[in-house]
């Protein structure tokens, strides 16, 4: 019998990286993670919850909650060679706290990416040469290797709206040319839908390379008004752009459908972005876990 376990976030309670909007305060973000019924948490991203692992061990054991992945966020440049020693840095600490904590993946989230997710700026362009896909691949190669040989952690790398890891394309790309002892992959559903691309689709044509899912959705609306209004994913989320299921794309039962035939466990991370200033993050994440709940035993 196959298990799906679930878990949730920070991100659906509103907390994504530094200047991202307001935060909860990570005592009532624990409480009401345990309140709406879930037994397991990614870390989200490092400094929101205590970074001691004892202090960390006995909040969550207090609340009977039990963690899955720890997030690295805030080093996007995997294709700026220049930038490695950071990534690292920030790859290390998340590491350690997660290992700290007996989680068996390291997500990593490679934002910021190429346009300024408040402004819409555009950072860089939207296009990698060869050789920025090379840096990319050996980057996360490297990464990857650090996590498992130092910390016995699998690196889970997140396809993500406005990065150079964000279409099908690109995800393909990715997974033909990593190494897959050292990098798999974190699939965020409302990515890729956002992208265009269906993930339950990915799963079965790489169902080894998928290491956990993170489950939103995407109101189609919105992504089209994005598209056409050149706006950043980040002012997209802003206008509601990410809806509580079942109420957007992509539909998420052949998504369960696609985890379940890979023959294996695995964790599904609800990863909800809501609007900032957001407060039924709760009530909102409790509905998920019954809808999914619900999902798995049709």
């Not at 990915?202 to 056409?228: C, F, S, T, Y």
Request: charge should be negative; include cysteine; hydrophobic fraction near 40%.
């Amino acid at each position: 019998m196959v298990n799906l376990i679930l878990g949730n976030c920070p991100a659906s309670w509103g907390v994504r990286w530094a200047g991202a909007g307001p935060r909860p305060p990570w005592r009532r973000f624990l409480d009401e993670l345990a309140g709406a019924g879930y037994g397991w948490l990614e870390l989200g991203p490092y400094g929101y919850l205590p970074t001691d692992p004892s202090r960390l061990n006995d909040e969550l054991a207090r609340r009977g909650l039990r963690v899955c992945a720890g997030t690295v966020h805030g080093c996007g440049g995997l294709h700026r060679a220049g930038e490695f020693g950071d990534m690292l840095a920030r790859t290390r600490r998340a590491a350690e706290l997660a290992a700290g904590t007996g989680a068996r993946d390291l997500v990593f989230v490679p934002v910021p990416g190429y346009r300024d997710e408040f402004t819409g700026a555009w950072a860089e362009s939207d296009k990698l040469d060869d050789d920025g896909w090379k840096v990319l691949v050996r980057t996360a190669n490297e990464l990857g290797k650090h996590a498992l040989g130092e910390y016995g952690l699998t690196l889970s790398v997140q396809p993500h709206a406005d990065t150079h890891l964000e279409t099908v394309a690109q995800i393909g790309r990715f997974l033909a040319e990593t190494d897959p002892a050292y990098v798999s992959l974190c699939l965020d559903t409302g990515h890729v839908a956002y992208a265009g691309g269906d993930p339950a689709a990915l799963i079965a044509e790489h169902p080894d390379r998928v290491g956990l899912v993170h489950v939103k959705q995407i109101d189609p609306r919105l992504a089209i008004r994005a598209q056409r209004e050149s706006l950043a994913y980040g002012q997209a989320v802003a206008l509601g752009a990410c809806c509580e299921p079942p109420h957007g794309l992509p539909a998420l039962p052949p998504v369960l459908d696609a985890m379940r035939e890979r023959g294996q466990d695995a964790f599904v991370v609800v990863a909800h972005e809501p609007p900032p200033g957001t407060e039924d993050a709760a009530a909102v994440a409790a509905r998920t876990r019954d809808y999914l709940l619900a999902c798995q035993n049709q």
